[in-house]
């Protein structure tokens, strides 16, 4: 049995009268420990299928099925716990807390999933540390730049080793060298701690890091073809 | 009310204290956002303690005139509750002495089942008093009337709850004299110092008699005329010159040979001065079940006093502007907070995603708005008080007493005003309440809206994209409309069947707002405006259902549920209908250049987000018709006074008439040779007994009048009967008409409501009236008594409208119907009315009659004083009134602020795509201040109205009867202008601000 298996996803979303079929009945599954990148044109679902998968939305229909647990049969609590313990977020737009500072904004993830906050702290700068951000921990995200700051995120995203991270087009508001840098480091941090990674992104030079990569349009699955290195 | 809150409140701040310690780094995040945008944090903070201070502030007023009200009250009773006396009359009006044992049973029964806490025997009497040698004398300045009050001093200290205790009166002086205390008012009046003799003259006759020795007393003491001590008995008149003494001296010195008899019998009921009355009907009860009901009267004095004061039209003014500025100060306070939820949503989503579970997310809000409302609430507490205080303290000297004044009853009432300071008072439950408020409906609103929040999809809340509910508050809000709806329906029909207008028309107002949410969403525009307009049109028509006709005169309850059935159909109709506001302003400004744009920019901006627009037209909305209301009565009160000058003294310019039972009346030759005084009449009053057509008969005063009245008088507010309407002669004076005749008469609506025209009444003389004091009078025994004289039948012609301003209020018929040896014997009462020539010498004139009525002993009035008067009186607390309703604005104004600059932040980047794709500073300037354009535009004219409109429902109440509506369009055009340009002002500076952003920068603007 696969790590993650995704079983006949279905996402549409009704707006009044109109209605969008942003999934048609996707079906695939993930491995532990791979690169799994998410391509396709602009609009096609590829941040429904993260969102679903991750189980921040609710598909219309269908499973998701983590290391044998469908997350979307989990209550809300369950879920949201699931998440806390097992997953790592990297947004688009970083979504950091504006009022914390970079190390704070890492010990948040500790902290929901009731690490002690001396602890907590201890590992934050840790893990900014390997991001390269030992320097800018009490730095505010309103004084770091959006290389900087995504890295806070990704710091956020791995600090508690969740065993999954989603990443929804994390260097999208980068510019070409950070970008590198950034999935350097994500590359880095694949081969070292063994996690999973899920990156959706329309930019197929970010694809080259990955194992395999899953091919979207329309909201179905086009191709999931590997990536020789 | 206050446990509980104070219960709620604490167990939620705990709750708030407890989770903050035990989630520092929510707490962390949620107390650092207060120092992130701090002209935000200073606005949420301003506009919540300004809604805290305007509910303060409106419970103050509340609590200063009911203070204002009641320590009047409380002077002049105390904790008198009842007052028990003899029913026969002796001669002169003075009612039989009784002795403590012909009321002991009752006494002694009030007392077994602890419903009382006093009773006080007292000996009462009004008589003349000066110093040594001058009791006798003319001069006011040397002798006036006081009351003697014989009471044992021992028995006060125990009386009521409190007690008057008298030991800080000196030890009395040895001497043979009686020793006695009087009020710091006779003492001032007549120059009386502790120490001095005093001499008491009982009979005014025996100023002629001056070979009798007048009795003699000693000033060992001056009091306070409060509380028991401001009591006077029954029979007396305003003024609180007292003489305290043991009984036994008191019988000496009205030569009362009586041993141990009283006039009086005071009840305190248990309780305080103002609690106690709740007891009154108990106590009546049990006095009719005594045996005693034939020998005795009890007068629950309390009651009527408390009734008297807050029926009356400026606590009603009070009460709902209170009402009104509550909820303001609510809407105020909802807006803020649903937008501060609102700006979290990225953030909270954000934390949703990363693990917090919904709990932990609504409390990071919640802890957020905690940090605000508690600062906000205790300043807002502070600023409540000093801001009522400094409007109070700018009407320090005010006739008083206007309740009693504005729709006058008896003309006695009426002439009583004193001049009393309207202090600036709050209770303490007050503060508490206010300060509750301001806590808990800011932690309710953020709790709520972060619960809908963290409820909501992750993503959209990540995103930023509109929240589209989910299944579950969608089947529970469905279910609590139904649960609602079912509420609705039981108070419609619990209202129909008990007749309870209020319950009622709630009950109606509840169901028909709520039902048109059960329609989908595009049918529920036009059913919502059906049901607004349905319901708007119903209140309108309220008073054609009888049972709310009748309540609408005394239940306040029910004035206030029309007032917000009215106003929240108005704002549902207005905010559901917003999309049409926008065309018809789209279509206006389109005509200029370069204006679409602007135009549609700021008109998309308010109608896409309905609630907060919605809820600041409310705000400006309520406050409006607050102010309408507010306007518009006091002025057509002003305005109907002027109009019915005729009617205050019947077409006469003014009256002379005797001053209580120590007054005595020039004669009418004496008025008339005064220089300026161009006709006199006499106007004799007796006591009619009248057969009503229910079978009742009532007693009420019968005027007599002479032919000199009906040539002089121009009053003609007079309602004719058709079967004389169609004589020239009665149309043209209908005075003249009623002189001619024998068998005909006129009567006051407002005494004689029951009496139609046309209807042919039997009239007696009753041979025994009771007067119990001014203005409370009723007949020996309510059934027609045998030796009472018939009159004859008499048609009734007409009718003097009950809203009738007058002093006058009877039976009025010509004197000749009363044969001449009947009048000497029934008439009670003579009062002069004259016509003055009204040239330069007016003044002169004036002030002879003045003289003559302090040579005299009797009062006189001119009409144009009186209404000078009423008219200062209730413009006075109308002031009042519209100085807190400008503060009232401040609501308004501070709401529109708070969203402008809300709107700056939410749109900097949109501000900043505008300007990349050509709009000018002009143009982002003009679409911001467009945009609050429209929103106070429209929250006015709604608030004008629905104002408007209440005012003319209430009108058309049977209290308002033949009340005008007249709109003071100046003072409207003033506000309205004003309101606006205040509110365009406090948005020049966010409209400002984003009109000069720099493209680049606004665009880069994200947190
Ligand atoms: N909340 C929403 N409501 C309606 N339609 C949506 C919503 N979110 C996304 N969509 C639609 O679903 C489709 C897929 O969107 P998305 O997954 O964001 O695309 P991608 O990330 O590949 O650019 C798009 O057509 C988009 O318009
Ligand atoms: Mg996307």
Known sequence: ?229 | MLVFLAAIALVVVSFIVISMLSDRITFKMSFRNIFRRKANTLLVVAGSMIGTALIVGSLAMNDSLERFIYSQIRETLGEIDQVVVTSAESDRGYRRLFQLDEVKELTSLLDEEDLIDGVLPILAREVTVGKEGSARSMDRSLSTSAAVMGVDFSLLADFGSQGVSLADIDPLVQNDLPQVLITRELSKTLQIEVGDVLEVMIDTAERLLFWIELPRVMVSGIVDAQGVLGYSGLRQGMNNAKIIMNPDDARRILRIGIENSFNELLISNRGDYLSGAALTGTVIERFEESGLEDEFTMVPIKEQRIRMATQGNVGLLFFALSAFAVFAGILLLSNIYLMLAEERRTELGTLRALGYTRKRVARAILFEGFFYSIIASAAGVVVGIIITMQILEGFVDLVSDVSMLLPIENAAMAVSTFEQAFRFFIKPESIFFGFFLGLLIPLAIIFFSGKRISRMNIVAAVRGIPQVLGKKPKRFLRYLEYILLGVSVLMVYSGISDRNGAVFLAGLTLGLLIFPLSFPFKRRRIMESICSISLIVFVMLSNHVTFIAEQSIDSIPLMIVKGFAILFAGLLLVVYNLKTFDNILGTVMRNGKNRSPVVKVAIAFSARNKLRTGLTVAMYAVVVYIITLVSIIPYSQEKMLEESRNDVFLGFDATVFAAGLQGRLPSEAEIGAIRGVESVTTLDSAFTRILLPSGRYSTVPAYLLDDEFAESTIHRNVVLWEGVSETQQARENIWKYLSQRDDVIIVSASVLPEVVLGDNVQLYLPAKVEIIGPGFFMPASPELAEEDISLGYFRVIGKIPETSFTFFNGIFMPRSVVDEELRSDMIVDSTFLLNASSDKDLKQTKQEIFDLSIRTNSLSFFVDDIIDLVNTAVRGIVDILRSFLYFGMVVGIVGIAIVMFKALYERKRLVGMMKAIGFTRGMVFRSFLLETSFIVVVGLALGFVTGTLTTYEMFSSPFFEGFEVFMPWGQFLFMGITFYLVSLLVTLAPSYIASRLSPAEALRYFE
Request: overall charge negative; hydrophobic content about 40%.
């Open chain 1, 1 to 229: 049995m696969a790590f993650i298996e995704v079983k006949n996803l279905s996402k549409v979303y009704t707006n009044g009268e109109v209605s969008v079929d942003a999934l048609k009945d996707v079906s695939f599954e993930i491995d532990e420990a791979e690169i799994l990148s998410i391509l396709g044109p602009s609009g096609c679902g590829k941040s429904t299928l993260l969102n679903c998968l991750s189980g921040i939305d609710e598909p219309t229909s269908g499973q998701v099925i983590i290391d044998g647990i469908d997350i979307h049969a989990l209550s809300d609590n369950d879920k949201t716990r699931f998440r806390a313990f097992n997953m790592g977020f990297v947004f688009q737009f970083y979504n950091l807390i504006p009022v914390l500072n970079a190390r704070e904004n890492v010990e948040l993830a500790l902290l929901t999933t009731g690490v002690p906050e001396k602890q907590a702290r201890r590992l934050s700068v840790d893990t900014l540390d390997r991001v390269g951000l030992n320097q800018r921990a009490e730095y505010f995200p309103s004084q770091l730049s959006g290389g900087e700051r995504q890295r806070v995120s990704i710091a956020r995203a791995l600090v508690h080793n969740p065993k999954i991270i989603w990443a929804d087009e994390p260097t999208g508001a980068l510019d070409t060298e950070t970008s590198k840098e950034l999935m350097d480091l994500i590359l880095d941090l694949n081969k070292t701690n063994n996690q999973t990674f899920v990156i959706v992104t329309h930019d197929d030079r970010i694809s080259n890091y990955s194992d395999r990569i899953l091919h979207v349009d329309s909201g179905k699955i086009v191709s999931l073809e590997s990536v020789k290195v």
